[in-house]
């Protein structure tokens, strides 16, 4: 019978664990608002839409919507595409959601299950 010489994985460091959770404070500023989730499933359903198409499929004032688009464009939620003179927004969030994914990988090491707090 043989040993493995594998040594396990260092922990990351807790440095290196906030510095994810900051990444990730952007993105919770997306989901934390349901006139944003809307909008995200209407980008979903349809693919790009402009500011009429969505503001057409919401109970929210054009301003509104623009101010919620500006909030996603910022936390890199949505992309904006110019056609013409028109801006079509469509969902971008592969790179946030990598990093969620490593925020949730990070908060299994600091957390794992079964120790109640």
Partial sequence: MTQSNTKPTPKPSPDHAMSVMKDCIPIFTVLADENRHLILKLLLDN????????T????????AVSHHLKIMLSAN?????????????GLAMKDEIER?????????VYCPSGQGG
């Fill in 47 to 54: 693919g790009k839409m402009n500011v009429n198409q969505l």
């Fill in 100 to 108: 969620l994914g490593e925020l949730v990988e990070l908060m299994r």
């Fill in 56 to 63: 057409d499929n919401l109970h929210l004032s054009r301003p």
């Fill in 77 to 89: 939620a949505v992309s904006v595409e110019q056609i013409g003179k028109e801006r079509f927004y």
